[in-house]
T-cell receptor
């Protein structure tokens, strides 16, 4: 699976959009981009995933660049409860193992 | 999604003893995995729990230390054997269906004294 690079930490004001970047320059054509988050002392929570088109769900939007070498997770109106570590992971969709390898992630601190 | 229950949620154990962690899912799933999260660190995959056969371990993890069982499609156990303080971590069970993203339990917080 391709490696990812994320900033170790970011701040965001409550009510503003949080934009979390991820670089995955060695991503392969059949690898998807997944985002998870982990709120303190809880299990990781799935947020969203995509291949090459932009994706949106009730939690967030995922913007993937045309060359697929980077992506951005957007939380449109961040709240204090969005403070968490956000993990960007790239892997083959489905397949024989379906396992995920976690990097170090970005600690997003939403400020009041 | 699936509802994943882990037991115990936390425990404090004496060094040299063993602890078995249970993971129960409310529906049949294709894949079950066990992760470890050491204090202040990211998640590390321990092994894939295979139904009806031996687990597949990641580099750095061995069956003698972390025996795993998966008797059916809804249940798995992870045992942490002969514990030392370095085993103090959060242990997480996760599940997936073919092609679906992983879902995680709330974890077992283990402290070894």
């Amino acid at each position: 699976d391709a490696k990812t690079t994320q900033p170790p930490s970011m701040d965001c004001a409550e009510g503003r959009a949080a934009n979390l970047p991820c670089n995955h320059s060695t991503i392969s054509g059949n690898e998807y981009v997944y985002w998870y988050r982990q709120i303190h002392s809880q299990g990781p929570q799935y947020i969203i995933h995509g291949l090459k088109n932009n994706e949106t769900n009730e939690m967030a939007s995922l913007i993937i660049t045309e060359d697929r070498k980077s992506s951005t997770l957007i939380l449109p109106h961040a709240t204090l409860r969005d403070t968490a570590v956000y993990y960007c992971i790239v892997r083959v969709y489905g397949g024989a193992t379906n396992k995920l390898i976690f990097g170090t992630g970005t600690l997003l601190a939403v400020q009041p | 999604s699936a509802v994943i229950s882990q037991k115990p949620s936390r425990d404090i154990c004496q060094r040299g003893t063993s602890l078995t962690i249970q993971c129960q899912v409310d529906s049949q799933v294709t894949m079950m995995f066990w992760y470890r999260q050491q204090p202040g660190q990211s998640l590390t995959l321990i092994a894939t729990a295979n139904q009806g056969s031996e687990a597949t371990y990641e580099s750095g993890f061995v069956i003698d230390k972390f025996p795993i069982s998966r008797p059916n499609l809804t249940f798995s156990t992870l045992t942490v054997s002969n514990m030392s303080p370095e085993d103090s971590s959060i242990y997480l069970c996760s599940v997936a269906w073919q092609g679906m993203p992983l879902f995680f339990g709330q974890g077992t917080r283990l402290t070894v004294v």
